[in-house]
């Protein structure tokens, strides 16, 4: 069966500083994979998805950025924190074609 | 390009009421559309989903949506409210599969139940 894998699920960093969150999936190929941030009114915002490997589309310019080294791990990352990046973090994954999402469990990160 | 709009941040309704969040999308080919709920504290939870079947789409825990394409509409409803019916409802618009694999999320509804 297919497995999603997200961490760390709770992270508090100070501004400027760099972030990683990593995204895994088991037990399928080739996904489509998407990263989403939760805030507060402001629904699900779709930030970066990948349809293969090294292949990324950014949709909300920002100081993130995404990366997919492999066909099943899916990086989001920061080289320095904003106060406005707090927010909940959410992989998700789809197969190839298909629509309906499967999310991981989130990542919670506090900018201090 | 496609996109999703809540009417309502917030609704509220009493036990036993019918229940009708709102949802319009616009899309340049023929979407998917779906409807997710988040309990408190929870993960997300497909509700229902239309792929062009049915335009009358029956989800888990009574839930329905009706696909209306010249309203550009994907309402969801309920019969009647249960107290375990409060939590945050999302409609998600999709075209994966045809040409751009984006999925794209309204802001979300908060569906308040009252005693």
């Known amino acids: 069966s297919q497995t999603i894998h997200q961490w760390p699920a709770t992270l508090v960093q100070p501004v400027g500083s760099p972030l990683s969150l990593e995204c895994t999936v088991e037990?399928?190929?080739?996904?489509?994979l998407y990263w989403y941030r939760q805030a507060a009114g402001r629904g699900l915002q779709l930030l970066f998805y990948?349809?293969?490997?090294?292949?990324i589309s950014s949709e909300v310019p920002q100081n993130l950025s995404a990366s997919r080294p492999q066909d099943r791990q899916f990086i989001l990352s920061s080289k320095k924190l904003l106060l406005s990046d707090s927010g909940f973090y959410l992989c998700?994954?789809?197969?190839?074609?298909?629509?309906?999402?499967?999310f991981g469990a989130g990542s919670r990160l506090t900018v201090l | 390009a496609q996109s999703v709009t809540q009417l309502d941040s917030h609704v509220s309704v009493s036990e036993g009421t019918p229940v009708l969040l709102r949802c319009n999308y616009s899309?340049?080919?023929?979407?998917?559309l779906f409807w997710y709920v988040q309990h408190p504290n929870k993960g997300l939870q497909l509700l229902l989903k239309?792929?062009?079947?049915?335009?009358l789409v029956k989800g888990i825990n009574g839930f329905e949506a009706e696909f209306k394409k010249s309203e550009t509409s994907f309402h969801l409803t309920k019969p009647s409210a249960h107290m375990s019916d409060a939590a945050e409802y999302f409609c998600?618009?999709?075209?994966?599969?045809?040409?751009?694999?984006?999925?794209?999320f309204g802001k979300g509804t908060r569906l308040h139940i009252l005693p």
């Open positions: 990948s349809v293969g490997i090294g292949q």
């Open positions: 998600v618009v999709s075209n994966v599969g045809d040409r751009d694999d984006k999925i794209i």
């Open positions: 899309s340049s080919y023929s979407p998917s």
């Open positions: 037990g399928t190929s080739n996904p489509n």
């Open positions: 239309y792929t062009s079947a049915a335009t």
């Open positions: 998700a994954w789809v197969r190839a074609g298909a629509n309906v999402l499967t």
